[in-house]
Structure formats: structure tokens, C-alpha cells
């Protein structure tokens, strides 16, 4: 196996969906484990998740979810975005959850259905969709004053059953920041109480847990990262993921001597240089080192010199003797320190999703 790798501590998965439980108890946690579970691994962060007490999943597309049946888990799953019509029989035949929003993608399912039903060899129950309003994300959804236009039109349907509906907080990561309310005031007013609700992300969940709610959607909390700095440490999460890889070669260069592509750092004084296995292809930002990027040797940090290469990177240690076939972390503890994705995500002018999303399929994920 190569000796850059991804480490998912599934324990740490765990941990962090058994808090979120107690943290919102009694509304139900879904574990959001799109985009290979935010570059963590679906199917393996789902059975954790489940197994710490999980009621449902949720993905952004349906071969997310017939991904996740195929490795034959039975939960519920949310498909979040309403899918387009090469997608509406894996939503059927998988019996994935569907979000809808517009008159067109109602029609598909309950059409689609409808010409199982004339089959009778088909034996195929009522399926349960969940209507997606917009009150300020402005991403996907229906405007609030359609809700009722659409349950008639989802009721026209004897194959579909309108279970939820649910709607998304984009600034809910901040605290102080008064839209989130006033955006759930909106969102209350527009259904009414005997409708089934949900709206909460990571955010919502532990910033406002006393929320009332079929479910909260966590995602980026589910992978031990706080969804903002203002609500770090709110609710104890533990990192899930360690980027590491080796020392793969090492030599002294004089000082004056310049490195990688461009010529972009030159040593002020003689020092040593080690490269290290990894690179832009396997998800590390190749300004990375350009922006104060460190990695971890001997649990101790060095900085990234030059630009990230597509496969390798250099670091500067300077007089530290290190050998090669040492261990290195990117993201991660080794020994008293540690490099968090948000720390990496800050110095790129990011957040931490990208980092952990951004791993690419090359680096091998081992799970402990």
C-alpha cells in the first residue's frame, strides 16, 4: 500500500454522532455522508454512524444512496436535491427518499410510479418525498407561498405521500448573525404544525438544540470539525481524519539555492531539505506552502517550501535530523501537536470541508 494515506478513526465517528444525539435528545441525528462522506468514506462512516445511534442518511444523489444500499444498508436515506429523470427509477427501485421542489420533479415520481402500478407484477407501496422550501439559501427550493400548490399537487398522487418538508440555514455558523431567526420565524409561519419539519445542519444542531424537529441534518460535525470557530468547543468533537505520508528523500542545500517549480523560496542559509510523497493530485493545495502550510516530523512543525507539486512536496527542517522513512502529518496530532483542518483551511482562505472533501481517490483510506 503507498505510504500516503488518509486515517479515518471510525471510533471518532462515533464519539461525535453519540454526542450530537445527547446534545439535541430527543430529535432524531441524520448523518449526512455525501460526497464519500466528505471525503472520509460513505459506506464506512454510515455504518459508524448507524451504529452509534444514527436514525437516518442523508446524500446529495441518488447513486449516493444505491452506493450506500449496495453495501446493504436498510436506514432511511435523503436524497437533499431534487434529481433529474435519469435518476428517478435508482430513487424508486433503491427506496431512497426524495426531495423535491418543483412541479416538473413531482411529476416525474408520481408518473414513473403510476406506470409501475399498471404493471401486476409490480407490488410497489405509497413512497414518502420530502418538499424542500427556500427561505434564504437561494441554492434550490420552492418560495414559502407554494407550499400549498405543491402538497395538493404531491396528494394528486395516490403513490406519494408529502412526509417533510425542510428547508437550509447558510449563516446558521454564525451565532450573531440575526437572519437564521428571523429565517426560521419565515419558515415556521409558512407550515403548518402538523406537517413534519426539519432544518437544522451541524450548525443549527449545536448552536440551537432545543429546536423542535423530525431530524437534524449534521454533516461537517459528524467528522469531528466545528462548523465555525464562534462554535468550537460548544459540543466535544473529535477529529476523525489524519492525512500523513513519509519522508521519501533528504539532502542539504547551500544557502542561495532555490526550490520547485518557479523558483518560489530560496534557502537564506544552508539547511535541509526533505521531500515528501504527496501532492496537488492527492488533494494538497499547491499554494500551500506559498501561504505558511506546515506538516508534522517528529511531533514538530516545519514549514512547506515552494510550490506543492502534482505528486511531491519539500519540506525545510532546517538543522533537525530526519531520515527517511519518517513519519509526516498534514492533518492531524503527532505527538503534543497538532494540525487541524481548520487551521489549514484558514491559511488558504477557505473552510475545512474543502480540506477534508478535497482528499483525493488515490490516497488509500485506511479505517482503525
Known amino acids: 500500500m503507498r505510504q500516503t494515506l488518509c486515517e479515518i478513526n471510525l471510533d471518532a465517528v462515533r464519539h461525535n454522532v453519540r454526542t450530537l444525539i445527547d446534545h439535541v435528545a430527543p430529535t432524531p441525528v441524520c448523518a449526512v455522508v455525501k460526497a464519500n462522506g466528505y471525503g472520509h468514506g460513505s459506506v464506512e462512516v454510515a455504518k459508524a454512524a448507524l451504529d452509534a445511534g444514527a436514525q437516518w442518511l442523508a446524500v446529495a444523489l441518488a447513486e449516493e444512496g444505491v452506493a450506500l444500499?449496495?453495501?446493504?444498508i436498510t436506514a432511511p436515506v435523503l436524497v437533499l436535491s431534487e434529481q433529474g429523470p435519469s435518476s428517478t427509477s435508482d430513487l424508486i427501485?433503491?427506496?431512497?427518499?426524495?426531495?423535491v421542489n418543483t412541479p416538473e420533479g413531482i411529476d416525474?415520481?408520481?408518473?414513473?410510479?403510476?406506470?409501475?402500478?399498471?404493471?401486476?407484477?409490480?407490488?410497489?407501496?405509497?413512497?414518502?418525498?420530502?418538499l424542500v422550501l427556500d427561505t434564504g439559501m437561494r441554492r434550490v427550493g420552492a418560495e414559502p407561498d407554494r407550499l400549498d400548490a405543491l402538497s395538493e399537487r404531491i396528494a394528486a398522487y395516490p403513490s406519494l405521500s408529502l412526509a417533510a418538508v425542510w428547508t437550509h440555514c447558510p449563516v446558521a455558523d454564525e451565532?450573531?448573525?440575526?437572519?437564521?431567526?428571523?429565517?426560521?420565524?419565515?419558515?415556521?409561519?409558512?407550515?403548518?404544525?402538523a406537517l413534519a419539519t426539519h432544518v437544522g445542519n451541524s450548525a443549527v444542531a449545536?448552536?440551537?438544540?432545543?429546536?423542535?424537529?423530525?431530524?437534524?441534518r449534521c454533516g461537517i460535525a459528524v467528522y469531528g470539525i466545528d462548523p465555525d470557530e464562534a462554535l468550537a468547543g460548544r459540543v466535544d468533537l473529535q477529529p476523525v481524519m489524519t492525512i500523513r505520508s513519509v519522508v521519501s528523500f533528504a539532502k542539504t542545500i547551500p544557502?542561495?539555492?532555490?526550490?520547485?517549480?518557479?523558483h518560489r523560496w530560496t534557502a537564506s542559509t544552508k539547511t535541509n531539505l526533505v521531500t515528501v510523497p504527496i501532492g496537488y493530485a492527492d488533494g494538497i493545495r499547491r499554494?500551500?506552502?506559498?501561504?505558511?502550510?506546515?506538516?508534522?516530523?517528529?511531533?514538530?512543525r516545519f514549514p512547506i517550501v515552494g510550490v506543492v507539486t502534482m505528486d511531491q512536496l519539500m519540506v525545510d527542517?532546517?538543522?533537525?535530523?530526519?531520515?527517511?522513512?519518517?513519519?509526516?502529518?498534514?492533518?492531524?496530532?503527532?505527538?503534543?501537536?497538532?494540525?487541524?483542518?481548520?487551521?489549514?483551511?484558514?491559511?488558504?482562505d477557505t473552510i475545512p470541508y474543502e480540506i477534508v472533501c478535497a482528499v483525493s481517490e488515490r490516497v488509500p483510506r485506511v479505517y482503525i
Open 69 to 72: 444500499r449496495d453495501a446493504g
Open 93 to 99: 427501485e433503491h427506496d431512497l427518499i426524495p426531495s
Open 108 to 130: 416525474r415520481l408520481g408518473d414513473h410510479l403510476s406506470t409501475m402500478g399498471s404493471d401486476p407484477s409490480v407490488d410497489r407501496a405509497t413512497i414518502d418525498v420530502h
Open 175 to 193: 451565532p450573531d448573525n440575526p437572519f437564521t431567526s428571523s429565517q426560521l420565524e419565515r419558515f415556521d409561519a409558512a407550515t403548518p404544525p
Open 206 to 216: 449545536i448552536d440551537r438544540p432545543d429546536r423542535e424537529a423530525a431530524m437534524v
Open 255 to 262: 544557502a542561495g539555492a532555490s526550490v520547485g517549480y518557479g
Open 287 to 300: 499554494d500551500l506552502g506559498l501561504r505558511g502550510g506546515e506538516v508534522l516530523i517528529g511531533g514538530k
Open 317 to 348: 527542517v532546517g538543522d533537525a535530523q530526519v531520515a527517511i522513512g519518517d513519519d509526516v502529518v498534514l492533518v492531524g496530532r503527532q505527538g503534543d501537536e497538532q494540525i487541524t483542518a481548520a487551521e489549514v483551511a484558514a491559511k488558504l
